[in-house]
């Protein structure tokens, strides 16, 4: 599906000139249905080598007046609704006139991406309304002349990244559907250092106590992974599981145990979609667990925590918050990262840790939609502006999610190298708290408004 430009503007500012250029020849008629929703056209359009399908609400002056301006509201709302970004047309000779500014209110609210085009700016015409645009409060405008062509090249610039950014996410979200597919294995490595007891675990998850034994009905294993089906409540989740610990026994080094358990950790978690850390209650969270848990959120996989020998903690109210406490404060890249506590020796507390690693997994999975996105940009940015620069203000204007596993952030950023690293902190817990994205890594990058 290519993506989808609208052209928004009241009329006579020239957005059927405009879209005659863009569509060219190739203009194609699609939907010439009279209608609320279908009344517009929508036509192949090309800008140097992008293409995109670009919609018009065409034909409105001949609404009678009185209706003409909640007619519009609603043609060009569904227009807005299905396009991926939106070109705002003014009359630059005209200057802004209070229906321009309804347009400009009605897309900053639908959050999608704006372009704002001042036309009719051929030669120096227009300038003044050039100016006047910015206080439309939709970004920078872009002179254009849609009748004489010029200022495609910067028209280009804008939308370049645009749909760049909606073909990627495009591409994502086919990936992405793949994680509800039944029959595909859920990836999973138990990780830990030596003796935490991440064999007599696996054993017990699959419940099959001689590890070493061979195949049994229903599972297959080699010698580092073990592929069963966990009965999930709403469904069945076939699991892989990756088996460091017969690995380590397949290598048979038993020299620089510590190196090797690392190393072997590192592998896990590259085929690992979700890691579970292993902790010895009675060690928790020594240097190398440390290590291994740094290690799995920084190659961005879901994290869940599993404390063993539970069955040996006998004040256990205590012991759960000091684990608590040290993992808020060792592991501050990943707030709220869920905490199982079990004995993989008496299967104690087992049955909780598969509903843990599937949620960290859907959540690791999540597509948050960018109209959602950019509302809650706006309310984060009010409620706490982003700081200014030598005296000018840092200005957020755009977010979309460019990623899945883990969920990846792109935000349009002026002077993104100088945003404090605190402020990048407060919009990162505040994407995870608006869109209850807990525990996994949340990447947000910061880019620069082309
Ligand atoms: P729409 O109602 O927004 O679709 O606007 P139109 O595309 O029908 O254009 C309205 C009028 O503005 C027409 O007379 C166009 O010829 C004129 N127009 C469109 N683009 C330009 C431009 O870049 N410069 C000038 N001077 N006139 C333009
Ligand atoms: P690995 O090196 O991480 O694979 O650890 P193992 O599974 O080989 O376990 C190391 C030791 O810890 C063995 O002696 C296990 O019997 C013991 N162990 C494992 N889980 C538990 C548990 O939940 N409680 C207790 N008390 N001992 C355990």
Same mark, same amino acid.
């Given at each position: ?33 009279? =209608? ?29 007046? !009185? ?34 500014? &309804?347009? *400009? ?5 639908? =959050? ?10 051929? =030669?120096?015409? +227009? /300038? ?15 002179? @254009? ?7 495609? +090249? ?13 073909? =990627?996410?495009? /591409? ?11 029959? #595909?294995?859920?990836?999973? *490595? ?15 998850? @699959? ?12 599972? &297959? ?5 073990? /592929?069963?089906?966990? $009965? ?6 076939? %699991? ?8 380590? $026994? ?14 072997? *950790? ?7 979609? %979700? ?45 759960? $918050? ?24 008496? +299967? +104690? ?12 997994? @859907?959540?690791?999975?999540? $597509? ?10 706006? /309310?984060?940015?009010?409620?706490? *502006? ?8 840092? #200005? ?11 969920? &990846?952030?792109? !935000? ?15 919009? %990162?817990?505040? @994407? ?5 994205? #807990? ?8 880019? #620069?408004?082309?």
């Amino acid at each position: 599906m290519p993506v989808k430009i609208a052209l928004v503007g009241r009329p006579n500012v020239g957005k059927s000139t405009l879209f005659n250029r863009l569509a060219g020849k190739r203009l194609a008629l699609v939907d010439d249905t009279p =209608g609320v929703t279908r009344d517009r056209r929508e036509g192949e359009g090309a800008l140097g080598d992008l293409s995109f399908t670009i919609i018009d609400t065409p034909g409105l002056e001949e609404a009678p007046e !009185a209706a003409l301006e909640g007619r519009m509201r609603k043609q060009t709302d569904a227009a807005v609704m299905e396009a991926d970004a939106c070109l705002l047309l003014i009359d630059a000779r005209a200057g802004v006139t209070p229906l321009d500014k &309804t347009f *400009a209110g009605l897309l900053r609210e639908s =959050g999608k991406p704006v372009i704002l085009l001042a036309n009719k700016a051929e =030669g120096s015409a +227009g /300038e003044a309304g050039f100016y006047d645009a910015y206080a439309l409060g939709v970004g920078e405008p872009i002179a @254009i002349s849609a009748e004489h062509g010029e200022g495609m +090249g910067e028209l280009y610039n804008a939308l370049e990244p645009f749909i760049a950014e909606a073909e =990627g996410e495009e /591409e994502e979200a086919d990936e992405a559907a793949e994680w509800d597919n039944p029959l #595909k294995p859920l990836r999973v *490595a138990i990780i830990g250092r030596p003796n935490a007891g991440k064999s007599t675990l696996v054993n017990r998850l @699959i419940g099959e106590e001689r590890l070493l034994t061979g195949p049994e009905a229903g599972i &297959t294993r080699d010698s580092i992974s073990v /592929e069963w089906v966990w $009965r999930g409540k709403d469904r069945d989740w076939p %699991v892989k599981l990756f088996d460091t610990a017969g690995m380590r $026994r397949k290598s048979r080094v038993q020299s620089k145990l510590e190196k090797l358990s690392v190393a072997d *950790a590192l592998r896990a978690i590259k085929f690992a979609e %979700v890691a579970v850390l292993l902790l010895d209650a009675e060690h928790p969270f020594d240097k190398q667990d440390l290590q291994i848990a740094d290690l799995a959120l920084r190659e961005g996989r879901a994290l869940v925590i599993a404390v063993n020998k539970w069955d040996l903690i006998e004040e256990k109210d205590a012991k759960i $918050r000091e684990i608590r406490e040290m993992a808020a404060r060792l592991l501050p890249q990943a707030p709220g990262l869920p905490i199982v506590t079990l004995s993989a020796l008496t +299967g +104690g507390g087992i049955r909780r840790l598969m509903p843990a690693v599937v949620q960290v997994y @859907i959540d690791w999975n999540a $597509r948050v939609k960018t109209p959602e996105l950019n509302e809650w940009l706006q /309310e984060a940015v009010q409620r706490h *502006a982003p700081p200014a620069v030598s005296g000018q203000r840092i #200005k957020i204007r755009y977010i979309a999610q460019t990623k899945t596993r883990p969920p &990846t952030f792109v !935000a349009q950023c002026t002077r993104a190298e100088d945003l404090p690293a605190a402020y990048k902190r407060y919009l %990162v817990n505040g @994407i995870r708290e608006a869109f209850d994205i #807990k525990a996994v890594p949340v990447r947000l990058i910061l880019k #620069k408004p082309d």
